[in-house]
């Protein structure tokens, strides 16, 4: 069974400070994409970056990095220089080999970023 | 230009009233979802169609129920609403694989009163 943990329900960063929030992860799956999203107050889900299991690199996305540890199983989200349009709910998922047509989520994390 | 929508936003219903939510995509992906996301949880599948394979998640409730007549659209179906079902529904789409992220609509919040 496929499952993903996000242990900080709720985080505080500073404005223009960087900020890490985890995501471990589980599957016996070898085949798997990790995604994180970003879902402000108005409910939209939007997509920050993804990362592939065999993808050797740690992907980036503009401030958006994902620091991707395979042995670990954790695909941490590291947003550099925070702004406050940051402040939101951010969900890690997961998609599998053998599940792909699923994509499951993780609790989330609230992130608050002040001024 | 938005590629996945839902309608409506917004939708208050009667405790055992029938409602329908609907989505549409512009993506022609070909896989959609729907998901159910209560307040601060994260959102749970309740089922998803790759093309007209239509495939239920063993918890979701036979309440709920969902239809996919063509690629674009895909409807949400409510048969009894009861207070518990009060959320935020969530439609996405994608393209089968790994290594493609799912598009999701704005959201419909129910609200059964």
């Known amino acids: 069974a496929q499952k993903i943990t996000q242990t900080q329900p709720g985080m505080f960063v500073q404005e223009k400070e960087a900020v890490t929030l985890d995501c471990t992860y589980d599957t016996s799956d070898q085949s798997y994409g990790l995604f994180w999203y970003k879902q402000p107050s108005s409910g939209e889900m939007i997509f920050l970056i993804y990362q592939g299991s065999y993808d050797e690199q740690n992907a980036t996305e503009g401030r958006y990095s994902l620091n991707f540890q395979k042995a670990r199983k954790s695909a941490n989200l590291v947003i550099s220089a925070s702004q406050l349009g940051d402040s939101a709910m951010y969900f890690c998922?997961?998609?599998?080999?053998?599940?792909?047509?699923?994509?499951?989520f993780g609790p989330g994390t609230s992130l608050s970023v002040i001024p | 230009d938005a590629m996945v929508i839902q309608n409506p936003r917004y939708q208050v219903t009667q405790f055992g009233k029938p409602v329908t939510l609907s989505c549409s995509q512009t993506l022609n992906h070909n896989v959609m979802y729907w998901y159910q996301q209560k307040s601060s949880q994260a959102p749970k599948l309740l089922f998803h169609y790759y093309d007209k394979d239509f495939n239920n998640e063993a918890d979701t409730p036979d309440n709920f129920q969902s239809r996919r007549p063509n690629t674009s659209f895909c409807f949400l179906d409510i048969r009894s609403p009861g207070l518990g079902d009060a959320a935020m529904y969530l439609c996405?789409?994608?393209?089968?694989?790994?290594?493609?992220?799912?598009?999701f609509g704005q959201g419909t919040r129910l609200t059964v009163v």
């Open positions: 998922a997961m998609g599998t080999e053998t599940s792909y047509d699923k994509v499951i």
């Open positions: 996405a789409t994608s393209i089968r694989g790994t290594n493609t992220e799912a598009f």
